[in-house]
């Protein structure tokens, strides 16, 4: 709150919050924050709830296919990966599983993406994307337009295209963790 120049009574207000839970926050001896306390927090500062908790953490949510099909199974572990170095702002992270986008991305991977809409904004197309169709698949691919509106076409490396699929979302890869890197902070 610092950083942005917030004060507590403000941000309260924009939080639908009381002034003693943003106190409480601030204070954090002895405190129980609660989860809502923290959203609400994160989204009237435009910031991830890792950001607020100073979490130098992402949460691994699951998996994407690179070759073969990988149906989107949110991954509830609670298992986390670095935040990429002088990343801000919400991420999830993602393990690619395949080889279909070799030489750029390998299985073991770690993609980061910020996926803040559904479906797919036309900025994204040509760019290296997380991809969910509407069948659950979900892959990491190069996105273009299919042959009719409405649908896509998602281009490999080194394998054939999947042309002309419904997309459920597509967010572009931000950065990535080749799985060597993962490797060695995980020593």
Not at 1 to 19: C, D, F, S, Y
Not at 84 to 111: C, H, K, N
């Amino acid at each position: 709150m610092e950083k942005r120049g917030v004060k507590p009574k403000p941000l309260a207000k924009q939080a639908g919050l009381g002034e003693t839970a943003v106190r409480d926050f601030l204070d954090r001896e002895g405190a129980d924050v609660k989860l809502g306390t923290l959203r609400r927090l994160a989204n009237a500062l435009d910031a991830s709830i890792e950001d607020l908790l100073g979490v130098e953490q992402v949460p691994l949510t699951g998996r994407v296919g690179a070759g073969g099909s990988i149906i989107f199974d949110e991954n509830t572990s609670m298992e986390t990966v670095p935040r990429p170095p002088g990343a801000t702002g919400r991420f999830e992270a993602l393990e690619v599983v395949g080889d279909s986008m070799l030489p750029r991305y390998s299985s073991g991977d770690i993609v980061y993406i910020s996926r803040e809409v559904d479906g797919v904004l036309d900025a994204y197309i040509g760019d290296y994307c997380a991809v969910r169709l509407s069948s659950g698949e979900t892959f990491v691919k190069l996105l273009a337009r299919g042959s009719r509106p409405g649908f896509f076409t998602l281009r490999s490396l080194n394998a054939a295209d999947i042309e002309d699929v419904e997309v459920e979302w597509a967010t572009p890869i931000i950065f990535v963790m080749p799985r060597a890197g993962r490797a060695a902070l995980q020593r």
